[in-house]
């Protein structure tokens, strides 16, 4: 049976679940104060790069999802409201939850009958005792709402998928009333009914089906989220410092990825060493996590180690180009990639665009591609590299081709083409996706990141230029 749901929020989280939510078949009003956005997404633009929300939004746009900047009477037609605003970290980096409180005042004036507010953005626990409290304090009725949590475990480039496709669903909420009407929600998901559908989106791989529902307290919902988020940036910063020891032994990372991943315990997932994580989650996540733990009067140093580790590797990246090169300044690099990762066009907190950054402040002149990236990469870097149209007017004449993200495009370029392109065949790589082998066949000085450079025929980096000694 259709829900009426609103959802605080047009940006990542909130467009996505709205858009979701819609195809499930429930009617939902996407809520926003900004004007530009709403006028945008009511003219069918799509704000974020997301395999297939362009075709979510066309599909319900002014059906079953509409979109509004009044949040009051959003939250009276609706059952439901979702809270999926921004919680961007402090200076002592902790959540900032002045958006989650300003929309807790405004949700009050449309408290008339039952409802259920469900944080949906990543908040610290405790949020949700906050939210009611405040809600009650302009005036609701206890006994008209509930507060619960309903964290969300989407991934930038998959989030469509993850959303319909999850490993499990976690509703927290602490009273019973509330629990069935989340689970009402979720049911096209939990009963199957969704995945029989002709015009459901395409099941992904090692899919469950049904998803799990996994029923908890509030406050065990809030610390899953962050729990999970600072695990996932653990795995990242663990293998990264196994990168570090085999560079040092002269063992190979992907090899001892293999080994250590195909244990059921472990799980080769997150294991993939590179320049760091980055993006919207996992900095902030790891960040407001450790504050949580010290304000309930605990050191969670591990995550103080995490955060060292992941900084570190763009620095180790950093010394692994000045190996290559010698000196930076003058150097023209070619740079493939600005998005903190594949499939996303998001560059917040991006390694590959701290790692520009860095490089602009040695000198070198940089030309860079990014499949998705480049027009929000402009708006921050604007006039200070290049930008290519492809990866091969990149490497034109550069000393080195740098690869900075994992896109499936890069890790399936003509090498051929590279090789003619480059004014030496040297290429760093960040994100391991070619075999060392197989790059100095193809004549090139290979450098990536927990394994030994490769050279064509022992010959030292910097000795070739177009596959003849310089």
């Not at 908040?123 to 609701?140: H, Q």
């Not at 010394?319 to 560059?347: P, S």
């Not at 003509?414 to 100095?440: F, H, S, T, W």
């Amino acid at each position: 049976m259709p829900i009426r749901i609103a959802v605080v929020g047009s940006g990542y989280v909130g467009l996505v679940a709205g858009a979701c939510f819609a195809d499930l078949g429930h009617e939902v009003i996407l809520v926003d104060n900004d004007q530009k956005k709403l006028a945008a997404l009511r003219d069918g633009q799509v704000p974020i790069h997301e395999k297939f929300l362009p075709e979510l939004l066309n599909r319900h746009r002014g059906q079953r999802l509409t979109f509004s900047d009044d949040l009051k009477e959003a939250a009276r037609l609706s059952s439901v409201i979702f809270v999926a605003v921004g919680t961007p970290p402090t200076e002592r980096g902790d959540a900032d939850l002045s958006y989650v409180e300003s929309v807790a005042r405004e949700i009050s004036g449309g408290v008339d009958q039952y409802k259920v507010i469900v944080e949906k953005s990543t908040v610290p626990v405790y949020t949700s005792e906050w939210v009611r409290r405040i809600i009650l304090r302009n005036g609701a009725d206890p006994e008209t709402f509930d507060v619960a949590s309903n964290p969300e475990f989407l991934r930038e480039g998959t989030a469509v998928t993850d959303f319909l496709f999850p490993d499990r669903i976690v509703i927290g909420c602490d009273s019973a009333r509330s629990a069935e009407v989340l689970r009402e929600v979720y049911a096209p998901m939990t009963d199957g009914s969704y995945y029989l559908r002709p015009e459901s989106i395409p099941q992904p791989d090692r899919a469950v089906i049904p998803p799990p529902i996994i029923v908890t307290s509030t406050k065990s919902a809030e610390l899953i989220k962050h729990a999970s988020n600072a695990f996932l940036a653990m795995k990242i910063s663990f293998i990264n410092a196994v990168a570090s020891v085999c560079e040092s032994v002269g063992a190979d990372v992907n090899q001892v990825v293999n080994g250590v991943g195909t244990d059921s315990r472990i799980g080769r997932r997150f294991l993939n060493p590179g320049i760091g994580y980055g993006g919207s989650c996992f900095p902030k996540d790891v960040l407001a996590f450790r504050a949580v733990a010290r304000e309930c009067g605990y050191d969670f140093r591990l995550l103080d180690e995490v955060m060292r580790i992941n900084e570190d590797q763009r620095q180790r990246f950093l010394r692994k180009i000045h190996h290559a090169l010698w000196t930076l300044r003058g150097k023209k690099l070619a740079v493939l990639g600005l998005a903190f990762k594949g499939g996303t066009d998001d560059i917040r907190e991006s390694p590959a665009l701290h790692l520009v950054e860095s490089l602009l402040q040695e000198g070198s002149a940089i030309t860079a591609y990014d499949p998705a990236a480049m027009e929000r990469a402009r708006e921050v870097l604007g006039s200070k590299i290049e930008f290519a149209s492809s990866p091969y007017e990149a490497a034109h004449d550069a000393d080195a081709l740098l690869i900075l993200t994992e896109w499936e495009e890069f890790a399936n370029l003509d090498l051929n083409q590279i090789r003619k392109e480059l004014r030496y065949p040297i290429v760093i790589d960040g994100r391991n996706l070619y075999d060392p082998e197989l790059m100095a066949a193809q004549g090139f000085t290979y450098y990536s990141v927990g394994r030994a450079a490769s050279h064509p025929d022992g010959v030292p980096s910097g000795l070739l230029r177009n596959g003849k000694k310089a």
